[in-house]
């Protein structure tokens, strides 16, 4: 099934040309033109969500679940279309692809699970106690409200998962929010078939078409405006650093400030632990080259820092992953722009004398190979850029001398969205001395295991303390992520006829 965009905006069920065109840039395949966005089409689609809210918010929980799931069977009805453009524009490989789709189609389907059961809403009642002295008490009940129109940023690393139907947007229609969703220009052609698949499930559910809209890339004002239209109540957002504290800051400017949760990247550090090292330093190693050259390093879990203790294990697991390393092939990155921040990444770490080149390998054009690089704490802990993500194949051993060197560093990391600890029993000491470190600086904490690829459920946490996230206490990935785009509300002595039905 060949699907060849049409280039249009999504408004509020009607697809919108403008007066100016935008170029896609395929990995390989033919060139699309897209229509750009403009600050017009964001005051539309806002409005229209606003219009939208009064009768979406107040929906039922079982129909908001039955439009998730008429999303994902759209999205089903379109998959090989959706593959065939989607690794066009990215040149991730189909089986990525699908395997996204997956994860795509499950997170909606999930949404709709979690909503129906209900325990989301936090339901609470304290009971009137008329007779309590010295002053009785009301009735109150509490439950969790939709807080009103989402805006959402694809995402260029996750065409589908993270993008026009990924985890924000199902995180915000399940709890009863209209989208707006800004279209990633890597992308664009992926984001107008999946588009295509939320306005036939919006018309089979009969819902209002405000509910959901998209515009596309092409101009920065575009995204400007959207973070700061007086509808829109939340922004969910997975990007760079530099972009998202610029949108961060933006929300906070507002003359209503609103709340930005912003998943902004991380260098996800692993502790090599000296009986893991010694009993299995080369699997350890082979095993990083592979979760860190998966995708061509374009994961926001990519873990890109290796801490271990010196010695002779050390040198067995820089060995076994610079062996891995080199039989990697090129891989394509997702854009050119990319691309070259990959290679200007490189060439921070060639520059430094300090830091000890173990494999380093040219990347031309949209190809990436990976490069390997070793330092001292010492350094580390006096570079701050080297603390830095490199958002593809590129890997730091950082060698301390002791424990007590190993714990200061770990004191030394930004905020992680993970931190792993390779360990065996007798290791048990030194990790719980590190973890409480660890768990201060990351939202998910492993062992024995490697951070790339993030699960879907109820436990997870995507996000963690600043730069990792905007917002501490939030999730991008699971279901706890719908409390992004809720409020609790408290009704205090309500007749139960007015009462909201979650809660008669």
Same mark, same amino acid.
């Not at 679940?65 to 994902?72: E, G, Q, S, Y």
């Not at 394509?332 to 380093?360: E, W």
């Given at each position: ?61 079982a129909?908001r ?8 069977d ?47 809403l ?42 026009t ?20 220009s ?59 504290? &610029?949108?961060? =800051? #933006?929300?906070?400017?507002?003359? *209503? ?5 912003? +998943? !902004? %990247? ?99 054009d949209?190809? &990436?190979r990976? =490069? #390997?690089?070793?330092?001292?704490? *010492? ?5 701050? +850029? !080297? %603390? ?22 770990a ?6 969205l ?74 205090? =002595? ?11």
């Open positions: 099934m060949t699907f060849t965009p049409h280039g249009k905006h999504l408004i509020a069920g009607e697809w919108v040309a403008t007066d100016q065109r935008f170029s896609s840039e395929p990995a390989h395949g033919p060139t699309h033109e897209f229509w750009v966005g403009t600050v017009d089409l964001v005051n539309r689609a806002c409005e229209a969500a606003e219009d939208a809210f009064w009768s979406f918010a107040y929906s039922s929980r129909d679940a039955r439009f998730l799931d008429a999303i994902a759209e999205i089903e009805a379109r998959a090989e279309a959706i593959t065939e453009i989607g690794s066009q524009e990215t040149g991730l490989p189909e089986a990525r692809l699908q395997g996204e789709r997956g994860r795509t189609v499950g997170q909606l389907r999930l949404f709709a699970d979690h909503i129906r059961k209900g325990d989301y936090d339901r609470r009642h304290d009971r009137a106690l008329p007779d309590r002295q010295p002053m009785p008490r009301p009735d109150i009940r509490l439950l969790e409200r939709p807080i009103g129109p989402v805006a959402v940023f694809g995402a260029s690393n996750f065409p589908l998962a993270f993008s139907a990924g985890g924000d947007t199902a995180a915000a229609l399940a709890a009863g929010c209209p989208v707006v969703v800004k279209g990633h890597a992308h664009p052609g992926t984001g107008e078939i999946v588009a295509e698949a939320i306005d036939a499930a919006i018309r089979t559910c009969n819902l209002h078409p405000g509910v959901f809209s998209l515009i596309q890339g092409g101009r920065r004002d575009v995204g400007t405006a959207l973070v700061q239209h007086p509808r829109i109540k939340a922004v969910g957002f997975t990007g760079s650093l530099a972009g998202g504290r &610029a949108l961060f =800051n #933006l929300c906070a400017q507002r003359p *209503e400030p609103i709340p930005f949760f912003g +998943e !902004l %990247g991380s260098v996800n550090p692993m502790f090599l632990l000296p009986a893991a090292m010694a009993a299995r330093a080369d699997t350890i190693g082979s095993g990083w080259a592979g979760s860190l050259t998966m995708g061509a390093g374009q994961f926001c879990t990519n873990p890109g820092i290796a801490v271990v203790l010196d010695g002779a294990d050390v040198d067995r697991f820089t060995k076994a992953a610079e062996n891995a390393l080199a039989e990697v092939a090129p891989q394509v990155m997702l854009t050119p722009g990319i691309a070259k921040a990959y290679r200007d990444g490189k060439a921070r770490f060639d520059d430094r004398n300090a830091v000890k080149p173990i494999l380093t390998t040219d990347s031309t949209r190809q &990436a990976p =490069n #390997l690089y070793e330092t001292t704490a *010492e350094a580390w802990l006096q570079d701050h +850029e !080297l %603390g830095e993500e490199v958002f593809g194949p590129l890997g730091l051993i950082v060698r301390v001398r002791d424990v007590d060197e190993m714990e200061r560093l004191r030394g990391f930004e905020g992680q993970t931190a792993t600890l390779h360990m065996d029993d007798a290791d048990l000491s030194v990790a719980q001395r590190l973890l409480p470190v660890l768990e201060r600086k990351a939202g998910r904490v492993l062992v024995n295991g490697f951070p790339t690829g993030v699960e879907v459920c109820d436990a997870m946490v995507h996000g963690g303390p600043y730069p990792a996230s905007t917002n501490f206490g939030a999730t991008s990935v699971g279901t706890m992520a719908i409390r992004r785009f809720l409020r609790p509300v408290s009704y205090q =002595n309500f007749p139960d006829a007015l009462l909201p039905e979650d809660l008669r």
